[in-house]
Every structure is written in C-alpha cells, then in structure tokens.
C-alpha cells in the first residue's frame, strides 16, 4: 500500500514539475561566441553582443498550443509533448497570441552555448555515446524530462528533443536549431552551433519551436 | 446376375470415362484459374543486391521474390472506399501521369536519384472513393512486405504510385510494376512490388517498424547523408526531401 501511494506521490510530484512550462528564464546582455570553424555549414566562428532577453524554458507543448489554437489535434496523452509538424507561419502566430516572439538565431545559441562557447549546453562531452542506438526516428517525450539536456542558463532540451524554428533567415529559407534524441547511425546530440535551412512552408515531425521575449 | 453385372460394368466404364472428363475437365479450369490470379511468373528470383549496375542504386527487398508477371499482375484495391477495384497496368498506365526527379534515401544512409514516372493517388481515390474513416493505407508487396502511409502523407504533391524509372518501365529490382515514391520519408516508406493497397482507419505499423528499429512515421530526419553518385562523401541535410 504505502508502495503505491509512493508512485502516486511521484505522480504527482512529476505532474507539478510540468505544470508550468511556460516559463521563462533570463538571459542577461553580453557577448555570446557563434558558430565553430570546423563545420562548414555554421563557420566562420563569430562573436555577436545581444540585449538582455527572456526565453521559454521549454519547448511549446501540444497543449499549450491548443489553447490558442483549438482544432490543433495530437494523441491523446501526448498534451506535455512539443508541438511539431506545424509551419514557420503557425509558429509565429502563436507566439504573437501570447505576447512574444521567436528567437534569431543569436539569441537561441546564446540560450544554450552561454559565454564559454562549449559544444553542448551542458559542456563539451556527450552524455552517452549513444542516445538512442540503432533507432532511425524520432522519439518524442514530455518536455524537460531529460534534467542533464539543461543549458548554463537553465533553459531546457536545447541538444534533444525536436529542432526548433527560428526568426532568422537565409536564401529564403528560415534557420532551424537544436538536435534530436537520435541520429541513425550519427550518435550525436545536436551540437550548440548545429543549424539548418528550411522553407517556412514546410512542416515536420521532428520541428517545433519555443518563444523570446525582450521583457518578461 | 449377369444382366446386373453387364448394367454394372457398363455403368462402370460409362461413369470412369465422364469422371475422367470431368478430372481434366477441372484441372484444365483449376490451372487456368490459378495462372489468372497468380500474379508470379516461372521461378527466377529477384531480391537485394548492391552488385552490378545496383552499386548505384543498391536494391533491398523483405524476401527473395518471384519475378512479378506484368500481364497477369492486377493492383487490388481494399477496405474502407465505395468501389473496391482491380486495376491493371494497362489501367493505371492511362492514368494521368507526371514525372519528377527526386532522391530515394535509405535509412542506412545511402541515397540515389532518379526520374520517376507515375501517378497520384488522388487519381485513384477519384476511382475509389475512401471512406471518411479511411485514415491510411496498408500496402501488401510482392515480397511479403507491409508498410503503412497515412493519406495525409500520400496525397503530398510529391507523392507518387510510379510505374516508370529513368525513362523505362520499373525494373524487377525496383518493383515492378508498381511503387511508392514519398521523397521526404526513408526508403523503407517506399514500397516496391504493390500488389495491393487496403484502406484502414488506423494507424499500423509495417513490417520494419513493427519490428526493427524503424519509426512508423518515417520522415527523414536532420542529420548526414552518403550519396551513391557522390562516392558516398557525406553530406549534411535538413530533414525531408533532399534537394540535391
């Protein structure tokens, strides 16, 4: 008895912790070092100066879209996951509704790099070699369940997860960030300077988004 | 006595030689029955192979499998839709048709490119009419494999049923006579060989994903790529359909 009182208590305790998902969390003005000069698709290795600015700790969550949007549909069960398979468009008109905005890309890395310019937001060394082995897709979870995927600033599920869309663009295409749980074949969490073009039109399962604000 | 066995032995041979008839009679209808609906033909094998002509666009199968005889071959369509129907390649080659070039991308990283040929499911729904319930599709292969796409994902404008490659009809290797072409999921999504396709209201797994360590939704995801016709030198994709 006490046993199952204990997991309903863990529960509990585990639903409080994602109760709040919309916070957001501080990043204070400064330098932030970009990009890596060994990759060709994020060099040369630059360094920008960026305003204070608050960003969302976690990524938009299913639920938290459908509150602005009521015919958004999804699993059930799957409310704490992160939105995807929405366009760049959606994104931005949800991030309008709820007073803000998405990051440029400055700000995104920033959010998860900080000052030392380290590879991972948690430093420079993955936290297993495998994340997900001989799996091909994507493994989509609640958001914040992996406690180790935190940046400097405390800003969650930067490396894994579902990339992220960006207000910055290039070739008409919109900047994505972040990484996944799982490469096939490519044991790798996205690295803090990782990034990719997509046309604003498109939509994936493996892309989603979460929100800055200049003021919290 | 004798008169009995007379009419016994008269009745006996009368009845062997209608019997007789009547066996080859049946045999004669069994096989030419069997060879209607047998969409084989002969016992030549067609299976995976990356040797030969395949280095450059390697070829997987589920299972060895009986080379598919284009004239007896129909494409049946099942489940949940008003008209249920059995086209032939006749049929579906008088289907508006439309070419793209578009890369084939293996979960095992390779990927080639081709130019296809064929039609959108939207021309045979037009046919067939899904039920409202209908959310997807079950295709059965001529390999014994299974793979399910939703209709959302098979009526992208991209997605094609092809019956051509590279200017001529697909090839065994390549899944005569017909095959799935959807460029931003991984080959397995892809199936060759269709000899059915059955309309299903609920989500299924194939037969990678139900038990491999393939997602049932099969989007290519960001991440590296190795390219036949580049030697494999590898290369850095977004996710979706590769657009080199």
Not at chain 1, 130 to 150: E, T
Not at chain 2, 68 to 96: A, M, V, Y
Not at chain 2, 215 to 240: F, N, V
């Amino acid at each position: 008895m006490n046993t199952v009182a204990l997991f309903i208590s863990l529960i509990l305790v585990s639903g409080l912790n994602i109760a709040d998902v919309s916070e957001m969390v501080e990043v204070p003005a400064g330098e932030v070092v970009m990009g890596d000069n060994a990759d060709d698709y994020a060099s040369p290795k630059k360094t920008a100066v960026l305003g204070t600015f608050f960003i969302d700790r976690f990524e938009v969550t299913n639920e938290e879209f459908r509150q602005q949007f009521s015919d958004h549909t999804f699993w059930e069960g799957f409310e704490p996951h992160p939105v995807t398979n929405i366009t760049w468009y959606q994104a931005e008109t949800y991030c309008e509704q709820v007073g803000k905005r998405l990051p440029t890309e400055e700000e995104w890395e920033k959010s998860a790099r900080g000052t030392d310019a380290r590879l991972y937001p948690w430093g420079n060394k993955p936290l297993r070699k495998k994340p997900h082995p001989f799996y091909s897709g994507i493994i989509k979870r609640r958001v914040g369940l992996n406690k180790k995927d935190s940046s400097p600033y405390g800003v969650r599920d930067m490396a894994s997860s579902v990339w992220e869309w960006t207000a910055s663009s290039e070739n008409k295409k919109k900047v994505t960030r972040g990484g996944l749980w799982n490469h096939h074949l490519d044991y790798e969490y996205g690295k803090t300077f990782d990034r990719n073009l997509i046309a604003p039109s498109e939509r994936f399962i493996f892309l989603g988004f979460r929100c800055v604000n200049s003021e919290n | 006595m004798r008169q009995f066995g007379k009419l016994t032995r008269r009745l006996f041979i009368k009845g062997g030689i209608w019997s007789t008839a009547l066996f080859f009679w049946n045999l004669f209808r069994g096989l030419t029955k069997a060879e209607a609906t047998d969409s084989f033909s002969g016992t030549d094998f067609v299976g995976k192979t990356r040797e030969g002509k395949h280095r450059s666009f390697y070829i997987n199968f589920w299972k060895p499998m009986r080379r598919i005889n284009g004239k007896t071959w129909t494409l049946k369509i099942s489940g949940l839709c008003e008209s249920p129907t059995t086209f032939t390649l006749t049929d579906l080659k008088n289907l508006p048709a439309q070419s793209q070039s578009s890369r084939l991308k293996c979960v095992e990283c390779w990927s080639a490119r081709a130019e296809w040929r064929g039609f959108s499911i939207k021309e045979l729904e037009k046919v067939i009419r899904p039920h409202a319930s209908a959310r997807g599709v079950v295709f059965h292969c001529g390999d014994e494999y299974k793979e399910y796409l939703s209709r959302e994902a098979l009526t992208q404008d991209r997605v094609l049923l092809v019956h051509s490659m590279n200017g001529k009809l697909l090839s065994d290797a390549h899944g005569f006579p017909l095959r799935l072409i959807a460029p931003s999921k991984y080959g397995y999504k892809n199936p060759k060989a269709i000899l059915e396709m059955e309309y299903v209201a609920e989500q299924q797994s194939g037969t990678w994903s139900k038990i491999g360590p393939y997602s049932p939704d099969g989007t290519i995801l960001p991440g590296g790529d190795h390219p036949l016709e580049y030697d494999k030198q590898p290369r850095r994709i977004s996710g979706g359909e590769i657009p080199y």
